[in-house]
C-alpha cells in the first residue's frame, strides 16, 4: 500500500482562526464536493507563509461561503490571511495509482475556485509511471460571480460576530477588492 494524493485545495485564504473552537478545519462544502474532500475526512493542511505542517478533520460550513477557518489548536498555525494547502490522501495498491485522478483546485485571493485540475498517471513506453497535470479552464474575472451584499447590513453581522472595527475594514475592504 502506498499514501497517494486524492484531493487538494491548492492556495485556499485562510478567512478565519477560532481558537475556542472544538477543533477542525471549516470548509465550504460547495468547494469540497467538488474536489471530493468529504466531511470528517482527515486532512492535511500545509501553510504556504510559515511552512507549519498539520493534520485534521474536515467539517462542512455554509455552501456558497468560501471558508476555510481552523478551528482549536490548527487556530495557531494558521493567521487570516494566510494561504494554505489542503490535502486529502488515501490508501492504495499501487496497480491502483493507474486508475485514480486527484482533483486539484486553485483560487483567487477571495476563495473562488480559479482552476480544476487533475492529476493522472499512466504507464507508457518512455516508464511504467508516467505522470501528467491535466489543466483545466481558468475562470475569466467576469464569469466569476459576484457577491453584492448590503453594506450596513453586512458591518453589523459582523461586529454580532464579535469582530472590532479594524478587523471589519479588514473584512470590507477584502470583499470590495474581491468584486472589483
Not at 141 to 157: G, I, K
Request: glycine share 6%; with cysteine; net charge neutral.
Amino acid at each position: 500500500m502506498i499514501r497517494v494524493v486524492r484531493a487538494k485545495f491548492h492556495g485556499i485564504t485562510v478567512t478565519g482562526a477560532d481558537l475556542d473552537y472544538h477543533g477542525s478545519i471549516t470548509l465550504d462544502p460547495e468547494q469540497c464536493d467538488l474536489a471530493g474532500i468529504r466531511p470528517l475526512e482527515f486532512v492535511d493542511i500545509w501553510n504556504k507563509a510559515s511552512g507549519a505542517r498539520i493534520q485534521t478533520y474536515v467539517i462542512f460550513g455554509e455552501p456558497g461561503s468560501r471558508a476555510c477557518v481552523l478551528n482549536g489548536a490548527a487556530a495557531r498555525t494558521c493567521a487570516r490571511g494566510d494561504q494554505v494547502i489542503i490535502c486529502a490522501s488515501a490508501y492504495i495498491h499501487e496497480p491502483a495509482l493507474h486508475a485514480i485522478e486527484p482533483v486539484v483546485l486553485t483560487f483567487t485571493p477571495d476563495n473562488q475556485v480559479d482552476q480544476v485540475m487533475r492529476y493522472r498517471v499512466r504507464e507508457t513506453e518512455r516508464r511504467r509511471f508516467d505522470f501528467a497535470l491535466e489543466m483545466g479552464a481558468r475562470s475569466a474575472p467576469a464569469e466569476r460571480p459576484v457577491n453584492r451584499v448590503d453594506l450596513d447590513a453586512f458591518t453589523s453581522d459582523l461586529r454580532r460576530r464579535g469582530l472590532d472595527d479594524h478587523a471589519i475594514a479588514d473584512v470590507v475592504a477584502r470583499h470590495l477588492k474581491a468584486v472589483a
